[in-house]
Nanobody, 116 residues
Framework: QLQASGGGLVQAGGSLRLSCATS????????MGWFRQAPGKEREVVAT???????AYADSVKGRFTISRDNAKNTVYLQMNSLKPEDTAVYYC????????????WGQGTLVTVSS
């Protein structure tokens, strides 16, 4: 129901745009998020966008990443600029249903590798 894409190999300072296509239900009322997990580290939240368009970011990506959603296209995006080697991770998109207290719908990850 969530399909992430757009990962790849990029040099430090470069940009990538991740996409998360949703299907199977109407996600316009869901909060959506991007998470990442680097090798040997725990999964962490990168950015979230709520059902009304409000956004929040991890301090480590503020000013560099932008999350957005296009409900007409059933897609959530993560624009990543000024990438750093420490951004290397598997990125996951996830959805939180209305009245849910956690993100409980997850897509498969997409690997982002930033070379120095």
């Amino acid at each position: 129901q969530l399909q992430a894409s757009g990962g790849g190999l990029v040099q430090a300072g470069g940009s990538l745009r991740l996409s998360c296509a949703t299907s199977g239900r109407t996600f316009s009322s869901y909060d959506m998020g991007w998470f990442r997990q680097a090798p040997g580290k725990e999964r962490e939240v990168v950015a979230t966008v709520n059902w009304s368009g409000g956004t929040a970011y991890a301090d480590s990506v503020k000013g560099r990443f932008t999350i957005s959603r296009d409900n007409a296209k059933n897609t959530v995006y993560l624009q990543m600029n000024s990438l750093k080697p420490e951004d290397t991770a598997v990125y996951y998109c996830a959805a939180q249903a209305p009245r849910s207290r956690r993100y409980d719908i997850w897509g498969q990850g997409t690997l982002v590798t930033v070379s120095s």
